[in-house]
């Protein structure tokens, strides 16, 4: 079997790190580039670059051909149009099952989201024989990708992942928090302040998708993938403000006003036109009770276990962001 992977997403925060696994792996890298100006994260890598995006046929064909597995890291998080995370995340997502098959990929691997499957209800932990109850845009659109994956792969073996926040070096999403930390000394905290998220630091995900591709056994199946351990907003805020040796307290935010923040991020995003972090629907997310999720399935499949503890991941984001000079 040729050893090619082609991998979407690749100059993006997950995509880099996954594109960096392959690579470790010996196998032969191909990374589909929309942006040629975004490849910083790739620089001293011997990959292929393809050229093309998600929304062009042809370009998706050049890009598959030849390749044995196909890793799907591109989507879109976070956007001013809510009927581009469809477009995105569930049509594109259907014409690089289309490109693929027509390229004999033998197996399709697809990071969705826990979004996709919506926070547990009367449960502890979520896990995979749960319905799903997506409760955003991203998340139904995800899932809708999911849909795409089972019912449109054909011969081809393919696999999920639902990965909750994923947090690490080059990511944009916490770096709010670790600046509200290390600059304020302040976090945001939200009713009785011990809600716990299930989480997984980015350098676990990349080891996951890079399972996906290479197990013999365990594929045409949905997993999720996280740590075993939880994550409180005031955990992670204690740990990154002994690392700044700052003192931290919290910034007790109502519930009653959380929507009116999110509405107001959206009009500034609508008159500025550049997506926001804040929404409605990411108030929903963070208001919702159960996003902790399940890794048993994965470890009893592929006897797969998260290495990087709380402490290790948010250290290693902490010493990112200083060297990148973000904080």
Not at 33 to 42: E, I, S, Y
Request: aromatic share 8%; proline share 4%; net charge positive.
């Amino acid at each position: 079997m040729t050893r090619r992977v082609l991998i979407t997403g690749g100059t993006g925060f997950v995509g880099s790190h996954v594109v960096e696994a392959y690579t470790a792996a010996g196998w032969r890298v191909r990374a589909l580039v929309r942006d040629p100006n975004r490849l910083k994260w790739l620089k001293g890598l011997d990959i292929e670059i393809a050229h093309g995006s998600l929304s062009n046929s042809d370009s998706l064909c050049a890009a598959t051909d030849g390749c044995a597995v196909v890793v799907h890291c591109a989507g879109l998080t976070k956007s001013i149009d809510r009927s581009e995370y469809y477009r995105v995340n569930s049509g594109a997502t259907s014409a690089l099952i289309a490109a693929s098959r027509s390229a004999n990929v033998r197996r399709f691997v697809y990071c969705s989201s826990q979004a996709a499957a919506g926070s547990a209800i009367g449960k502890i932990a979520s896990d995979e024989e749960d319905t799903p109850n997506p409760l955003t845009d991203y998340g139904r659109s995800k899932l809708e990708g999911e849909v795409r994956v089972q019912q449109e792969s054909g011969n081809m073996e393919w696999a999920i992942l639902r990965p909750p926040a994923v947090i690490g070096p080059r990511d944009e999403q916490f770096l709010p928090l670790f600046r509200g930390v290390v600059r304020l000394g302040l976090y945001p905290a939200f009713g009785n302040n011990d809600q716990k998220y299930s989480f997984i630091c980015v350098h676990d995900l990349a080891k996951a998708l890079l399972s996906a591709g290479e197990t013999d056994h365990g594929y045409n199946a949905i997993y999720f993938v996280a740590s075993a351990e939880a994550l409180t907003w005031s955990r992670a805020a204690s740990v990154i403000a002994q690392l700044a040796h700052r003192k931290v307290r919290p910034l007790n935010l109502p519930k009653s006003l959380l929507p009116i923040a999110g509405s107001v991020a959206e009009l500034i995003s609508k008159i500025s036109r550049k997506p926001a972090l804040l929404s409605r629907d990411k108030i929903k997310e963070i208001l919702s009770a159960g996003w902790i999720c399940s890794p048993e399935k994965i470890r009893q499949a592929w006897r797969f276990e998260c290495k990087c503890d709380v402490e290790k991941t948010l250290t290693e984001t902490y010493e990112f962001y200083k060297q990148a000079a973000w904080l």
